[in-house]
């Protein structure tokens, strides 16, 4: 069962047309209003005879399907419909045609379930600054394009924020901004955009610390120059879990590009639990 999310970035009319005509024997839905999307996914997931689900939309679609699909121990089919579909493209799905010939072709792999707070990620998760450059994105991209809101969204952030105080794993830290990647990703530095693998097991941890002098300056200098990860204010690290409890109060958090409240104390970690998909990356089997 595929489920097409209409408010995903670039899908339209002819989106349920093309997954019904490649995927006969499947059952395509298309959604009127994008708030039923867990009723739907959910009452797909539990339909005896499902052999898989399927959501088509962005990153945010993708990770929402993952948490109901890993929930009933069923594959997950990822069809872009986003705008980025940095998951569908690391799994080597860069067109609807490549997602349902991957199911047509049975071709699957075992991809990492990350978690944050409890809720799961594929992607990449935060908290804090990162959080709010999300939420403050969503509020202008209605008005001026996806792309343009970013941009205008980081430099309010980054001019305006205030550096996060938090213990992560009992140090006591003051942060500009955190990023938390499902995998290694690749390159080094604050713009990654690519994982060799998606099930090494591993936290791709960067941070930008607040507590250097002229941290903020240095903080620009490195954005604009590229040598961010050169910067004394950047580290970078892997690990399988880290403990976060916030000195400021609760934290908002993020994952996969949807923010949420959370608690003034949370864990973001691997625990083995992994999701299968189907891909055409190199690995898959």
Known sequence: ???????????????????RERLPAAEVIELDDPGDLG?????????????????????????????????????LVVIPGGTLNH???????????????AVSAGTAMEVDLARIDGEPFLNTASFGSYAELVDLRESLEDRIGKWPAMLVAAARVLRHGKPMHVEV?????????????????????????????????????????????WSRTRLLLGLVTGRLGRSPVYRQWVTTSLHVRSLDGPLRLA???????????IEVAKTGERIALYGVSRGSA
């Open 169 to 213: 794993d009992g140090e006591p830290l003051r942060l500009w901004m955190i990023f938390i990647g499902n995998c290694r990703y690749r390159p080094d530095g604050f713009a990654p955009s690519r994982r060799p693998r998606l099930d090494d097991g591993q936290l791709d941890v960067r941070w930008i610390d607040a507590g250097h002098p």
């Open 87 to 101: 998951l569908a493209r690391d799994l080597g799905l860069t067109t609807v045609a490549a997602a349902t010939d």
């Open 255 to 265: 994952r996969d590009g949807e923010t949420f409240d959370g608690p003034i104390e």
């Open 39 to 75: 009723e739907v996914l959910e009452k797909a997931a539990s339909t005896e005879g499902t052999v898989a689900i399927g959501a088509a939309g962005g990153d945010g679609t993708a990770n929402f399907a993952a948490g109901i699909a890993a929930a009933h121990g069923l594959p």
């Open 1 to 19: 069962m595929l489920v097409v999310n209409p408010s995903a970035g670039s899908a339209d009319g002819t989106l349920a047309a093309e997954l």
